[in-house]
Antibody, heavy 119, light 107 residues
């Protein structure tokens, strides 16, 4: 059974930093694509970042240059380092698995971790 | 970026009703479209992928159709568990984008 458990969210001041973690079981992070998706309070879903099995990455324009996605293969954990945080980054952050390169849907999700950026 | 527009934004319906939600893409995404269901305080759940393929374990009352720029999600006979918010998502190209959501409410 695939399980994803996010942690690391919390309250941070504008301009601050936070690192989110996503511990994964039943699925090998290093062999697959993984992503972060966020949802501002009362709003819709927004894709944030992806890391491919080969290690390359991609980001939404809204976070490019401020956020970094990475993984720790032996810990089977995904990370999102968030710097220069802004009020508009306030959201629940979900990590999600991507099925494969052909069908790049988000098929397993964590429960989410709330990031609140105070101005 | 590809814009995804869902309609309606809110839909009121009764148990047993047949409902349809529409999703339009700002440019062709061929069939690279998924549908998700989200309940309050929970993560989204994948229902449909590749426009019309039913995810394993999802009831057969859910179906998807469409190609190019226009897609639909149909629930053939609403059940109490189906009242939730539904999102479409294109995965034709990055950045992957979602529709704004359709909230399905009990009439």
């Amino acid at each position: 059974e695939v399980q994803l458990v996010e942690s690391g969210g919390g309250l941070v001041q504008s301009g601050g930093s936070l690192r989110l973690s996503c511990a994964v079981s039943g699925f090998t992070v290093s062999s697959n694509y993984m992503s972060w998706v966020r949802q501002a309070p009362g709003k819709g879903l927004e894709w944030v970042s992806v890391i491919y099995s080969g290690g390359s990455t991609s980001y939404a324009d809204s976070v490019k240059g401020r956020f970094t996605i990475s993984r720790h293969n032996s810990k089977n954990t995904l990370y999102l380092q968030m710097n220069s945080l802004r009020a508009e980054d306030t959201a629940v952050y979900y990590c999600a698995t991507i099925r494969d390169a052909y069908n790049s849907v988000f098929d397993y999700w964590g429960q989410g971790t709330l990031v609140t950026v105070s101005s | 970026d590809i814009q995804m527009t869902q309609s309606p934004s809110t839909l009121s319906a009764s148990v047993g009703d047949r409902v349809t939600i529409t999703c339009r893409a700002s440019q062709s995404i061929t069939g690279w479209l998924a549908w998700y269901q989200q309940k309050p305080g929970k993560a989204p759940k994948l229902l449909i992928y590749k426009a019309s393929s039913l995810e394993s374990g999802v009831p057969s009352r859910f179906s998807g159709s469409g190609s190019g720029t226009e897609f639909t999600l149909t629930i053939s006979s609403l059940q109490p568990d189906d009242f939730a918010t539904y999102y479409c998502q294109q995965y034709n190209s990055y950045p992957y984008t979602f529709g704004q959501g359709t909230k399905l409410e009990i009439k």
